[in-house]
């Protein structure tokens, strides 16, 4: 058995940047083995991790981007066509999915991470497993039409009919063309259901292909082709965690949030070796824009969201270098220069060209976190929407300008109660 970490950049992002976003991070600062030892500490074996890096669209590898006019300009075009329409979106899934076909072994652990369109990607990734399951090294031809079968869904609203007959269509793919394993005696045997990815963690996703496509939700309302079949956490995901940015209301990043948390929720509980009372699926809200959640433009805000979502992966058994001294990893190095006032830091807006020429930088409504109108939050759905930072920030009296975002306004109450409630526990601890 080993563990394989998928991680899967927003636009325009890769390893190459001075600023890496959360994912690079991720990515630079897995561990290349997790050591298993007995009860008296002897080793007695490890767990290899290994992973799969895929760069957002819109940006390139650049290995001659430097040294030729040619190569530059290549990067020019990808970077616009990418990085402003979304093209090749679809194509980094894919190729993330092959190269998941040709490493994964039955039994493997699944983690996948992901940002901005790439936590769009991340989580059609895990849909495409969920519907078509990975298919084997002699069935990699078969990888298109994998992704089709999931494109093909019928989604929540389709009939029965059609989701029985969808049903057997996938399952007749993976038995066909589905990792299985071998017998004992050399021969293969293929698994009806599709494997699990023990864990998800993503970072504001973003639906929105490209500025055609800002330009159509805003105006023209003509089709649902790069939508989610639907905003449910994939069944075969074991534990998953996604972090939105409050401050957020541009046009070209609209919330795409997870539904029937509490029901997923609920029938975790109801697995075997299930932790009682604890929560397998979150999400929450934290202070910034898009950037800010994501990271990549050096913002400390990022630290916040960087940790609790390697924490929600750490509790399902990925390991990641050292916190300290020279085997710091490089996550832990960006979470310690952030320091423990990191909630004060500047939140990033665009610039005022960007935001006059760009459509998707056109500003919107405020996200919106809690929807129900006949309702008001309570202090105990504080803690379980926003992150602490966002208490913080919210009820210091000396942060200028004052923090009061309009996604807020339905918490303002509920904030000050629950900022009275640390408070409290602060003295009580003192």
């Keep these: 058995m080993k ?22 991070l991720i990515a630079r600062s897995v561990a290349h083995k997790e050591t298993l030892q007995d009860e008296n500490g002897v080793a007695t074996g490890y767990i290899p991790q290994t992973v799969i890096y895929t760069q ?19 990067a020019v075009i990808n970077r616009t066509f990418g990085g402003a329409l979304g093209e090749g979106l679809e194509d980094g899934i894919l190729d993330t999915y092959l190269r998941l076909s040709f490493n994964y072994e039955e039994g493997d652990e699944i983690y996948i991470f992901g940002f901005s ?3 769009f990607a991340a989580r059609r990734l895990a849909g495409i497993i969920n519907t078509s399951g990975i298919v084997s090294r ?35 793919f993976r038995q066909a063309h589905g990792k299985g394993g071998r017998n004992p005696d050399g021969t293969r045997y293929t698994i009806d259901t599709p494997p699990t990815i023990t864990y998800l963690g993503v970072f504001d996703t973003v639906i929105q292909r490209g500025i055609a496509q800002v330009l159509d939700s805003m105006f023209l309302k003509l089709g649902g082709r790069y939508r989610f079949k639907n905003l449910r956490v994939c069944p075969n995901v074991l534990s998953a965690r996604h972090a939105m940015a409050v401050d957020e209301s541009r046009a070209g990043f609209p919330a795409t949030p997870w539904d029937g948390l509490e029901e997923s929720n609920a029938i975790a509980q109801r697995r075997a070796g299930a932790v009682q009372g604890y929560a397998y699926y979150q999400q929450r809200w934290f202070i910034g824009t898009h950037g800010d959640i994501g990271g990549g433009d050096g913002s400390p805000l990022a630290a916040a969201t960087l940790r609790w979502v390697t924490d929600g992966a750490a509790k399902q058994g990925l390991r990641f270098y050292g916190k300290h001294g020279p085997d710091a990893s490089p996550m832990e190095e960006e979470i310690a220069r952030a320091g423990p006032d990191f909630y004060k830091a500047p939140i990033h807006r665009p610039k005022l060209l960007d935001l006059i020429l760009k459509p998707q930088n056109w500003f919107g409504p405020p996200r919106r976190i809690w929807a129900d109108r006949n309702k008001r939050p309570s202090a105990d759905d504080v803690v379980l929407y926003l ?44």
């Design 56 to 74: 957002g669209v819109g940006s390139n590898i650049g290995a001659l981007t430097r040294l030729t006019f040619g190569s530059w300009l290549l």
């Design 117 to 119: 369109r790439g936590a």
């Design 3 to 24: 563990r394989i970490i998928v991680c899967m950049d927003g636009t325009w992002q890769s390893l190459r940047q001075d600023k890496p976003t959360n994912v690079a």
């Design 387 to 430: 992150d602490d930072a966002v208490i913080r920030r919210a009820s210091d009296e000396h942060v200028r300008p004052r923090y009061k975002p309009a996604a807020l306004r339905p918490f303002k109450d509920a904030v000050k109660e629950a900022a009275k409630r640390e408070r409290k526990a602060e003295h009580a601890n003192q």
């Design 138 to 172: 002699r069935s990699v031809h078969k990888a298109w039409e994998a992704f089709e079968l999931y494109h093909d869904a019928p989604g929540e609203n389709g009939t029965q009919e059609q989701l029985l007959e969808h049903a057997a269509k996938t399952l007749a």
